[in-house]
């Protein structure tokens, strides 16, 4: 069965098409929720949570790339859980190292986490790592969009730890002269 398919089945109100997703993208969806929440439990719900909001997304929405799609809605499930967990209790997740990696260069004092989400900003990061090289813009995409882990980019690229960070550093660099040029700083 096509993306295309199963998009025709959440427009039909098949109900058949939650089942569908959850078999051609559900691993997909539960690495990236794993990736971030580092909990079986919490990764299966926010899965389970992300498969809902494609129920309820589609129709009217007809997304394009539908395992992006996908990957769009359980990464901000996933990271509601997280800002529902950091209320409670201030701990040192991945998330917070990420975030503080790039308040670096995107920030100005305000909440990095509303400048992220919003789409002028996210639009420019975007028209920025496709300037990058393949291997550079897979590195920034795979730690701040998909939250992986500098250890685990490092194994994907046969790289040090060390090598990766030197990488993200100089690309976040790159990026905050990219938005000063562009006016976002």
Known sequence: MTDADIIDMYFARDQRAIGETQKRYGGYCYSIAQRMLENKEDAEECVNDALLSV?????????KFFNLFLAKLTRNKALDRI??????KRGGSEINLIYEELSECVSDGRNIEAELLTK???????DFAAELSERDGDILIRRYFFMESVKDIAEEYDMTPGNVSVSLNRTRKKLKKYLEVKGYL
């Open 83 to 88: 800002k529902a967990e950091n209320a409670k």
């Open 55 to 63: 129920w309820n997304s589609i129709p009217p929405n007809r997304p």
């Open 120 to 126: 002028e900003l996210s639009r420019a990061v975007n």
